[in-house]
Each structure stands twice: as structure tokens, then as C-alpha cells.
């Protein structure tokens, strides 16, 4: 069974910068399609990003694009985020989520998708 672990959330200033991770273990990580989500009370799940098995594609909502990156380290099964320049409205529970797709070059931007949720980490953006 998949399982995956994320870490990395806190509190932090507007402006300021957080890396998440995301790791996963019991199976090979990097057969799998790797996106991040978060939710506020309330609200739909909304996407933030996702990476691609083969780590060639990847994709930002257009709410975080050009502040937040993600990338991979498959030799460690980790998946970062990534935070610069956050903003109040980037608060929320952060999930990663995993699709197995081996050697795939583009990730899911539908949470639908994913099969396997870790159990978030929560991001707070306030002064």
C-alpha cells in the first residue's frame, strides 16, 4: 500500500517562504504522478500543482505560478513545494496526492484522479 507523508507547513510572514515535502514510500515513487492540493474550510479542493512520473511535465495553477515550484528527488521518494512570496490567501491544509503512471510525461490536475492522499499539512500565511 502507498503511503504518503507530508511535512513542512507552519506559519510565515506575507512574503515569506515554506518547503513542503512529500514523501512516499511502499512502492517505487517515481512510477507515480505526483500532485499537490489544498483545501480551506468551506471551500472546494482546489489543485496548486503537479509533477509528472518522469518529472518532464509539470504544472501551477495560475494563483501560485511564477512563486512556487515543484520538483523531485526519486533517489530520496520525495516530492517538494516550493512556497516563495506567499500571501494570506495561500492558508490552507496542504495534501499530496499520488496517480500511478510510469514513465508518464504529464500529472492530473483533477483531484479526482488520484488514488493515494497523504494527510496534509497545514499552511498559514499571517502577520
Known amino acids: 500500500q502507498l503511503q504518503l507523508v507530508e511535512s513542512g507547513g507552519g506559519l510565515v510572514q506575507p512574503g515569506g517562504s515554506l518547503r513542503l515535502s512529500c514523501v512516499v514510500s511502499?512502492?517505487?515513487?517515481?512510477?507515480?504522478?505526483i500532485g499537490w492540493f489544498r483545501q480551506v474550510p468551506g471551500k472546494e479542493r482546489e489543485g496548486v500543482s503537479c509533477i509528472s512520473s518522469s518529472a518532464r511535465g509539470t504544472y501551477y495553477a495560475e494563483s501560485v505560478k511564477g512563486r512556487f515550484a515543484i520538483f523531485r528527488d526519486n533517489a530520496k521518494s520525495t516530492v517538494y513545494l516550493q512556497m516563495d512570496s506567499l500571501k494570506p490567501e495561500d492558508t490552507a491544509l496542504y495534501y499530496c496526492a499520488a496517480d500511478y503512471s510510469p514513465m508518464g510525461n504529464t500529472c492530473p490536475r483533477q483531484w479526482t484522479s488520484y488514488s493515494y492522499w497523504g494527510k496534509g499539512t497545514q499552511v498559514t500565511v499571517s502577520s
Open positions: 511502499g512502492f517505487t515513487s517515481d512510477y507515480y504522478a
